[in-house]
């Protein structure tokens, strides 16, 4: 390898670190010095002002893991590095959170681990049955926040973020984007800034234990957004040419490992551009928390956002406008899944990859996923339709496909979501009732508590986002 190459990103185990689509205008073009390389009458429910409410303890059809399987799952797995992640074993308490991780840095206001009452009620692990036992009690009245919410959506309002680990995370991803990986020019700031990473990471990740944690989320989802922005939408994107693109991006992810003689080109590539910067870094940052089954996890998801990416782009080059179902399809993939699917990372634990991958489990993070993303669809409807060009969301599908106005298209659109919300909830409510694992129970209330922060934020963005006037 020669002396220019950058080094290769090696994983290090949770806690031996050396050391978040919508789209927001985060890229930078290469320097001349820098290698090259709704139906009408539709009832409207009242938004949710409490907290969430239990769920039924079983469903229809509920994905109970069950049978010899079972058994091996729910007696913990008996390999290497499982100890401390599993249930209760006979004789031997096991803290519910894990293991301690003695490597957590500090020294900041705000960047210490969560303790006492509220990290009792937070992190202490569910209690009861069904979905109650799968959200903590909020230990804040939930802020009025800034904004209006979509009406009729069902949510679940969050306490106000802590505007200390805000404006920290705030004043560190600012300082990543520019400095480190130089990432936008200087005329994109108030952009940046509007986009308020911040208030987005500590309203989803409640539990970080440190800001560390907090800014392994930021860098993924800024470096995300880059990839969108550069790659895809009004930032210089086109989807001529876009699957080359990604593919190449995606190495920055996922090491390429090829003959020597072009090693060293492509490791010179991964600095060519600014979505592959920032690809690579934030990257760098995350293994140095995530254990090799958590980066795998987030690596598979990401290639389901890029084969999302490329299916929205092929309907752009074709100006096809695709059934209802089609773009539920798409959305499935292009999509926030990379987001709460770190959940576990980002709080300091990690969710087995046998649980993890099991169908019950993966049916609640694509209904999470889903229904996530139909709320940037609904909050930047005006913000699309004001910008140049097509751009898909389902209230514009909904209106073409199925012959409805713009305003019950919208509507149906809020159904539809409504729709996806409590599908999910009654899958958490089927699982937590029918497996009481502590990792696993945990890290299903954190994707629940994501989706509430997804929300939180749509909501109070009201540098991008306003609401069509449709009431």
Not at 32 to 44: C, F, K, Q, S, Y
Not at 184 to 189: D, G, I, Q
Not at 195 to 203: D, E, L, N, S, T
Not at 412 to 437: D, G, R
Request: aromatic share 8%; glycine share 8%.
């Amino acid at each position: 390898m020669s002396s220019s190459e950058p080094p290769p990103l090696a994983e290090h185990p949770p806690g031996t670190a050396s050391h978040p689509a919508p789209t927001h205008p985060v890229c930078r073009p290469v320097r001349v010095d820098e290698p090259t390389a709704a139906t009408g009458g539709l009832p409207h429910a009242p938004a949710l002002s409490s907290p969430r409410p239990a769920l039924p303890s079983s469903i229809p059809g509920d994905a109970a893991v069950t049978g010899p399987k079972a058994e091996r799952l729910l007696s913990g797995p008996k390999g290497l590095g499982t100890t401390g992640v599993h249930p209760r074993r006979p004789g031997k308490p096991v803290n519910p959170l894990g293991p301690p991780n003695p490597a957590l840095p500090s020294g900041i206001p705000g960047d210490v681990p969560v303790t006492g009452p509220e990290a009792q009620q937070l992190l202490g692990g569910p209690k009861g049955l069904g979905t109650a036992s799968a959200y903590p009690q909020r230990p804040r009245k939930a802020a009025d926040p800034v904004g209006n919410p979509v009406p009729g959506l069902y949510y679940h309002p969050v306490p106000e973020p802590d505007p200390v680990r805000v404006a920290e995370v705030d004043r560190r991803i600012k300082a990543w984007a520019m400095d480190e990986v130089d990432l936008y020019p200087e005329e994109w700031e108030e952009q940046f800034d509007g986009f308020f990473v911040g208030r987005y990471m500590v309203a989803c990740h409640p539990d970080a234990p440190t800001i560390d944690h907090l800014m392994v989320a930021a860098r993924l989802m800024v470096a995300e957004n880059a990839v969108d922005d550069c790659y895809c939408e009004d930032h210089g994107g086109s989807p001529i040419g876009l699957g080359g693109r990604l593919l190449l991006a995606h190495t920055a992810l996922d090491p390429l490992h090829t003959a020597e003689e072009y090693q060293s080109a492509w490791a010179r590539s991964l600095q060519s551009d600014a979505p592959r910067r920032a690809y690579r870094s934030a990257m760098k940052y995350f293994l140095d928390w995530a254990g090799p089954s958590q980066a795998d996890r987030y690596r598979h998801d990401m290639a389901r956002l890029h084969m999302g990416y490329l299916a929205e782009a092929a309907w752009t080059q074709t100006e096809y406008v695709p059934e209802v179902w089609e773009y539920l399809a798409m959305r499935q993939f292009n999509n926030f899944r990379p987001c709460p699917t770190i959940t576990d990372t980002v709080g300091g634990y990690e969710l087995p990859a046998d649980l993890q991958a099991q169908p019950a489990v993966q049916r609640i993070i694509a209904l999470a996923g889903n229904a996530t993303t139909l709320v940037n669809d609904l909050y930047s409807y005006t913000k699309e339709l004001a910008s140049p060009g097509n751009h898909l969301n389902l209230p514009v599908v909904i209106a073409e496909r199925e012959a409805l106005s713009e305003r019950d298209a919208y509507l149906k659109a809020v159904e539809i979501h409504n729709n996806l919300m409590h599908a999910f909830e009654a899958e958490v409510a089927a699982l937590t009732t029918a497996h009481a694992l502590p990792n696993l129970l945990r890290f299903l209330r954190g994707v629940a508590v994501w989706v509430d922060g997804n929300h939180y934020w749509h909501q109070t963005n009201t540098y991008r986002y306003s609401l069509p006037d449709f009431w």
